[in-house]
């Protein structure tokens, strides 16, 4: 009988892969990252809450930076405005002095020998004011320190002739004459140069911080706008949302930025315009003042120039001509304060050509006496001190007033330069408070 053998049990191998009835450990849950956390906070609609309530806090406190830097500018503006019309007119006054000097030089020059002691000191005192006013811009402007140390630099070249001038003419000596020409050379082609680039490059600064006080404008009412801006569109999606009309916190600080921005844009826009004014009025006709003197003592140093090159002075006669045109545009410029400048100016005028008739008539010595003042009538020192007096009064008063009114137009701005950025986080928390109550809501 056959036994059948039954087939041994079927061993799997170690390596084997574990069958499908093996249970597989379940994998770690894994923690979610940031952009998770994120995105879940601001799922839903307590998500858009926090969204809006973020964007609204931010813009409130950007609002509050703009408010503070719109009057920092204003006022930053106008104290610089201040300080560089201060410059020009010192810029000016050293070359009003430069030329009061020269014009007393060649003047004094005509009489010959000693040169009259007042006229003498006069010129003293008019180069010893012009130094100290180069050291006094020196100190006021860092920028143009260079340009003054030049200027000094010309100045010591342009003294020392006048006193060769002065020494040669002194003895009678013919040669004095040139050295007092080279000495004009050396100022016109050299000092006043310098001077002009400094009046230019400060009437700049003027021009650009005028200006500036405008921006801080700008700043308040397009950082106000835009605040503005978000907090309605947050009020009015909140009302969709709760159907409530308004929420009172938020709109609360809406109010505050919108009182913010037109306190702030009215008064900034007031002191943009009293800035206008200043610079339209009184500061222009500071700027006329000082170039009518400028030029008028030009012409004085002219006019004697022309009776020292007798006969020969054509080129000086010219150049009295262009200065004295200078002075009577520059003086219609100053309207309504200069009438009696003019009338002063028209009687120099006319004696000057008193002393151009004798002159071209061959009466010098008739000429000469006008011109330095040796004569009762047609005094052509009594006339041009009447003008350079009165000039100097009306230029101290305008630039007085250039002073004064930047000074009140500034005095005058709210202190939001300081509560700007308090104003923008009190507005912020205000909304996160109101819409804090509407996400309680929500748990």
């Known amino acids: 009988m056959t036994q059948t053998q039954s087939a041994p049990p079927a061993t799997r191998s170690p390596s084997a892969p574990p069958s499908s009835s093996t249970t597989l450990a379940a994998p770690s849950a894994r923690k979610p990252g940031v952009r998770g956390l994120v995105a879940a906070w601001f799922e839903g609609t307590p998500g858009r809450m926090r969204a809006f ?14 408010a503070a830097q719109g009057f920092r500018q204003s006022d930053g503006a106008l104290d610089r405005a201040k ?34 002691p007042d006229q003498r000191q006069h010129y003293v005192d008019s180069m010893a004011s012009a130094a100290r006013l180069i050291s006094a811009a020196a100190s006021a402007q860092p920028a143009d320190q260079k340009a003054l ?7 010591v070249t342009y003294e020392g002739l006048i006193e060769q001038a002065r020494a040669n003419n002194r003895q009678g000596l013919p040669i004095g004459s040139q050295y007092l020409r080279d000495a004009n050379a050396v100022l016109q082609n050299d000092s006043l140069p310098l001077v002009n680039a400094l009046v230019d490059a400060n009437e700049k600064r003027v021009d650009t911080e005028f200006d500036g006080v405008r921006y801080g404008t700008i700043w308040v009412v397009a950082g106000g706008v835009v605040a503005l801006v978000v907090f309605v569109i947050t009020l009015r999606w909140l009302a969709r949302r709760t159907h409530r009309y308004i929420n009172i916190p938020i709109a609360a600080g809406g109010l505050l930025i919108l ?7 009215v008064s900034l826009s007031s002191a943009s315009g009293n800035a206008s004014s200043t610079r339209d009025d009184a500061y222009a006709k500071t700027l006329a003042l000082s170039r009518a ?20 002075g054509d080129a000086f006669d010219k150049a009295y001509n262009t200065a004295s045109a200078t002075v009577d545009d520059e003086l219609k410029k100053s309207s309504g304060t200069a009438i009696d400048l003019t009338t002063r100016w028209n009687e120099y005028k006319r004696i000057h050509g008193e002393v151009r008739k004798a002159d071209t008539n061959g009466n010098w010595d008739n000429a000469v006496a006008m011109a330095v003042g040796t004569t009762k009538d047609n005094n052509s020192v009594e006339a041009f001190k009447s003008f350079d007096q009165s000039s100097t009064d009306e230029l101290q008063s305008t630039s007085d007033t250039v002073s004064s009114e930047l000074s009140n137009t500034r005095g005058g701005l709210p202190p939001i330069g300081w509560l700007g950025l308090p104003l923008g986080i009190v507005a912020a928390l205000l909304v996160v408070w109101g819409m804090s109550q509407r996400l309680e809501e929500y748990r």
């Open 53 to 66: 309530l973020v964007l609204a806090a931010a813009v409130s406190v950007v609002f509050g930076l703009a």
């Open 83 to 116: 300080a560089n019309a201060a410059q020009v007119v010192r810029i000016q006054a050293i070359h009003t002095n430069l030329v009061s000097a020269n014009a007393d030089a060649t003047n004094a020059f005509l009489v010959g020998g000693l040169e009259p």
């Open 149 to 155: 140390g030049e200027l000094n630099t010309t100045l």
């Open 259 to 265: 009182l913010t921005t037109i306190v702030g844009g």
């Open 293 to 312: 003197r400028i030029a008028a003592y030009d012409a004085r140093s002219n006019e004697s120039l022309t009776l020292i090159a007798r006969g020969s």
